[in-house]
């Protein structure tokens, strides 16, 4: 198994007719710039005109502090040290949904999030289904400590990634009340953009940047100075624009009690809030259940990792993304196309794989499998796919005219020399309607993308609805599997944690929601 010169620049400026020789005019100006100086309040300070840069700076000042006096004043925001709000979440499944393209499939799930700006604790649970995937967690965060509660499997486990801002971050982003108290801790950032039009009222943009993620374009209403709406771009997914709706006032702070995302202009997120609490101890919502049991975290690899786990199969991948890379006599053969792919090539070159990608398997279409598509056309390799995919694959290729696509329809074989590798259709599932995998039967070796949830650490949760319907896939097509690998796990997981997994009950507690 192989693991694999300086310049002087006077700043001096000389008036222009001093060249041409005019005392009278020279020794007047001298006085004037000396009772100018003295009128000044800091010596040697230069009147200039105001810039372009500066005058954006100083008009986002200038709408910085009417929001900070709408939403209760510097004082308010200062002291606001805890939120904590209830939520219902409706979501839409957009380009992650069981089939490519709209109607996106909709789900629902409950949480409650809380902060604790002063003390850095922050607490998210979130309960509720979507996608095949069912699921009861809080994420716990205090201060350098992190933990993650799963109530299905009964475990507290170590978060060894543990951090407040990024952890926190995507409720800060949904919460105007604390972006604007970012942005009054974070106003040497802000620049202002423009102004727009929001559903027919006046607006100026200004930039946020947050100590930990995106940088935002926020949109205050120039009537009421409150937030309507934010922007960023998030790669792969695209566009996407936050909607703060239906304000009500609480403890004197403005909170809106609806909350849109769009993706692409696209519904994606809809948020209502059912309780909202200021400044009230959230040291319940952050409690670690006692009678759960505690497992050691592991992290996911940050760094390139290659491992050869059998003779001529690679799994190539960090940061949660993989894929898997099979050698035959002259070429490779490549399954997965989620983020860094050219990355996973070249991790294979240099281990001394310079056979040509011949041939890339797409496991299916949503998105963030389909990253690695421009990477496998700049290879010169064929993709696979299901006719079903065809028009998403194309869009998301540099040339969508010209890429070389091949549809596999319920099984595709690939065989040199000794080494077979098959590319099954194990869909429809409750997450897709078409699952490409591959199986090596020699090697008893099967390649899946999110159905088989693999954590690093190696501990096994109770099967959601997409793990049982791969196991029963696999029973069904009567594939003698020794070895589980996915697009999303740095472990090649025997056979054996599925049927733990499958083996496990579900324990769910519901103090908190």
């Not at 699921?135 to 543990?162: K, M, Q, S």
């Not at 990024?166 to 604390?178: D, E, K, Q, W």
């Not at 993304?321 to 070249?346: S, W």
């Amino acid at each position: 198994m192989r693991m694999l010169g300086a310049r002087n620049c006077s700043s001096e400026h000389v008036p222009a007719d001093s060249q041409r020789g005019a005392p009278m005019k020279r020794i007047h100006r001298t006085a004037l710039s000396l009772a100018a100086a003295a009128a000044m309040p800091m010596a040697g300070t230069v009147l200039a005109e105001e810039t372009l840069p500066l005058k954006s700076v100083n008009k986002a000042g200038e709408i910085i502090d009417a929001a900070i006096a709408a939403y209760g004043g510097e004082e308010t925001i200062e002291n606001l040290k805890t939120v904590a709000r209830q939520s219902t979440f409706t979501t839409w499944a957009t380009n992650q949904s069981r089939k490519p393209g709209p109607p996106w499939d909709e789900g629902a799930q409950s949480t409650l999030q809380a902060i604790d700006l002063e003390n850095g604790v922050y607490a998210s649970r979130q309960a509720g289904d979507a996608g095949g995937f069912e699921f009861d967690t809080t994420v716990v965060i205090d201060g350098e400590e992190g933990w993650n509660v799963d109530y299905r499997a009964g475990t507290v486990t170590d978060n060894p990634n543990a951090d407040f801002n990024t952890a926190s971050g995507p409720f800060v982003r949904v919460t105007a009340p604390l972006l604007v108290r970012q942005l009054m801790e974070r106003r040497q950032t802000s620049h202002w953009l423009g102004e727009a039009d929001v559903d027919g009222r006046p607006h100026d943009i200004i930039t946020l940047v947050m100590e930990v993620g995106p940088g935002l374009a926020l949109y205050f209403d120039r009537e009421t100075h409150l937030l309507s709406r934010s922007e960023r771009v998030l790669p792969p997914f695209g566009q996407v624009d936050y909607r703060f709706l239906d304000y009500t006032t609480i403890d004197g702070i403005p909170f809106a009690s609806t909350f849109k995302l769009l993706v692409n202009d696209q519904p994606n997120i809809t948020i209502d809030y059912s309780s909202t609490q200021v400044n009230q101890p959230i040291a319940q919502f952050a409690a670690l259940p006692d009678d759960f049991e505690r497992v050691e975290g592991a992290a996911q690899p940050t760094e390139m990792v290659l491992e050869e786990f059998e003779e001529g199969v690679f799994l190539a991948g960090a940061n949660g993304t993989y894929a898997m890379f099979v050698e035959m006599d002259d070429h490779v053969v490549a399954v997965g196309a989620t983020a860094g792919i050219a990355d996973r090539i070249e991790a294979l070159r240099e281990a001394g794989v310079d056979k040509p990608i011949r041939h890339a398997v797409l496991t299916h279409h949503h998105n963030d499998h389909l990253v690695g598509v421009k990477d496998y056309e700049a290879e010169g390799a064929t993709l696979y796919t299901v006719a079903e995919n065809e028009s998403v694959v194309r869009d998301n290729a540099e040339d969508g005219d010209t890429l070389d696509l091949v549809f596999v329809e319920d099984r595709l074989v690939f065989e040199s020399g000794d080494r077979r590798v098959e590319i099954i259709d194990l869909g429809p599932t409750p997450h897709v309607e078409h699952l490409l995998v591959a199986w090596l039967p020699e090697e008893g070796v099967m390649f899946e993308a999110d159905h088989f949830p693999n954590p690093p650490n190696g501990r096994m949760v109770p099967a959601n609805s997409n793990t049982r319907a791969l196991a029963a896939a696999i029973e069904r097509e009567q594939l003698d599997v020794r070895y589980i690998v996915g697009a999303h796990s740095p472990r090649v997981a025997p056979i054996a944690d599925l049927h733990t997994a499958l083996g496990l009950t579900s324990r769910v507690k519901t103090a908190g929601l």
